[in-house]
T-cell receptor, first 114, second 111 residues
Framework: GAGVSQSPRYKVAKRGQDVALRCDPI?????LFWYQQALGQGPEFLTY????????KSGLPSDRFFAERPEGSVSTLKIQRTQQEDSAVYLC????????????FGDGTRLSIL | DAKTTQPTSMDCAEGRAANLPCNHS???????VYWYRQIHSQGPQYIIH?????ETNEMASLIITEDRKSSTLILPHATLRDTAVYYC????????????WGLGTSLAVNP
């Protein structure tokens, strides 16, 4: 199907390593969101793009987290010098420009930091 | 965005209707009520949304009280595959609509 695709599906890294998580949104979707979901919790907002512009990054927990969407389609979430508390599922969602349209989610990347 | 309150867990017999309540007493006039669900190890799935009128689609029905302070999601004939965590979220209009998630209701559909 033509849903939101995230890769890798699972990522294991050692503490201190850098990781990069990829999101392919639905074609033509202008808005792209990243969320972090800890075990047993609801997702928490990280950052939002409209096309290539990062309009809201208020949810990024520290300056180790960086997101980009250089051409307004694929987005990458990068975490530098990973720590154990970064272990979570990272979800990506996209939605069309039209207001009042739902966000469509990928199945996420499960990140485990050892 | 308004806060929503949902029961932590619910049970439902397979084939029966599942009625999931949500309180949003501080919802503002331009905020929509959205429902998503999350099946284990999958991303959230959009179900339905509404402003003040009742809504129905192929998945569910949404009943919103006249004062808009609460709503109910109805799955008319629950199946085992409807076992999931269901989230009710109040969402303002506009493109920059980050979703504020609670803990949702864990629905168990039993055979």
């Amino acid at each position: 199907g033509a849903g939101v695709s995230q890769s890798p599906r699972y990522k294991v890294a050692k503490r201190g390593q850098d990781v990069a998580l990829r999101c392919d949104p639905i074609s033509g979707h202008v808005s792209l969101f990243w969320y972090q979901q800890a075990l047993g919790q609801g997702p928490e907002f990280l950052t939002y793009f409209q096309n290539e512009a990062q309009l809201d990054k208020s949810g990024l927990p520290s300056d180790r987290f960086f997101a980009e969407r250089p051409e307004g389609s694929v987005s990458t979430l990068k975490i530098q010098r990973t720590q154990q508390e970064d272990s979570a599922v990272y979800l990506c969602a996209s939605s069309p420009r039209t207001v009042n349209q739902p966000q469509h989610f990928g199945d996420g990347t499960r990140l485990s930091i050892l | 965005d308004a806060k929503t309150t949902q029961p932590t867990s619910m049970d439902c017999a397979e084939g029966r209707a599942a009625n999931l309540p949500c309180n949003h007493s501080t919802i503002s006039g331009n905020e929509y009520v959205y429902w998503y669900r999350q099946i284990h190890s999958q991303g959230p799935q959009y179900i339905i949304h509404g402003l003040k009128n009742n809504e129905t689609n192929e998945m569910a029905s949404l009943i919103i009280t006249e004062d808009r302070k609460s709503s109910t999601l109805i799955l008319p004939h629950a199946t085992l595959r409807d076992t999931a965590v269901y989230y009710c979220i109040a969402v303002g209009a506009g493109n920059n609509r980050k979703l504020i998630w609670g803990l949702g209701t864990s629905l168990a559909v039993n055979p």
